[in-house]
């Protein structure tokens, strides 16, 4: 069973910086993926940004040049930089990963006001 231990959320100023961590263990296996997804109220949840163990990285259109995904396989560990919030920006972001089947982290606020 893997776990995942989320923190970096808050509340930030539109137009400020936060930076998302997120820690897996408990896997017998190597990570695929990992990366982060996120849910506004009243909205599904979408894709923020995801990476391979190779290092390859997919970023939802809304955040490209905002946000940068990055990951230490030696850690187990995945983060987003987020960079110049706005309020659209305010969600539940989940951290995910992909071993062999896909687990998520229990969701940490970022809201950001204007």
């Known amino acids: 069973q893997v776990q995942l231990v989320e923190s970096g959320g808050g509340l930030v100023q539109a137009g400020g910086s936060l930076r998302l961590s997120c820690a897996a263990s408990g896997s017998r296996f190597s990570i695929n993926a990992m990366g982060w997804y996120r849910q506004a109220p009243g909205k599904q949840r979408e894709l923020v940004a995801i990476?391979?163990?190779?290092?390859?990285?997919n970023y939802a259109d809304s955040v490209k040049g905002r946000f940068t995904i990055s990951r230490d396989n030696a850690k187990n560990t995945v983060y987003l930089q987020m960079n110049n919030l706005n309020s659209e920006d305010t969600a539940v972001y989940y951290c995910t990963v992909v071993v062999l089947r896909q687990y998520w982290g229990q969701g940490t606020q970022v809201t950001v006001s204007s």
């Open positions: 990476m391979t163990s190779g290092g390859s990285a």
